[in-house]
């Protein structure tokens, strides 16, 4: 996969790395993984449902009412593996490149005292 995943592929592509999920479930995992910085709205989280199920990264795997609520549940295909690490991988070096320029930098006040 050449393009970089959106925010929301990542999540639900996380979610799904662990364990089959249903709908909710798999948006309570997001919230939770992202520790809170990931809230999907609603209507962007089933648009991405479906575009990684169109693009053949997850895919369905049965549905069961619960309620009188059916419950379709996901999984991550091995394209959506494929994906998932290919971002991790890239997201590794960004940090790694990021640490590196960090450890050198010295704040304003600490370049400004010396001078």
Avoid: C
């Amino acid at each position: 996969m050449a393009t970089q995943l959106s925010s929301a592929s990542f999540w639900i592509l996380t979610a799904l790395a662990s364990a089959r999920r249903h709908g909710y479930d798999i948006l309570r995992e997001v919230e939770s993984a992202s520790e809170g910085r990931e809230a999907l709205k609603v209507t962007t989280f089933y648009a991405t449902l479906e575009r990684l199920e169109r693009d053949g990264l997850i895919r369905s795997d049965g549905e069961e009412v619960v309620s009188g609520r059916v419950r379709r549940y996901f999984v991550l295909d091995d394209s959506g593996a494929e994906a998932l690490k290919v971002e991790v991988d890239v997201l590794e070096r960004r940090a790694r490149v990021a640490r590196e320029r960090l450890s050198s930098f010295r704040p304003v006040a600490a370049r400004t005292a010396m001078a």
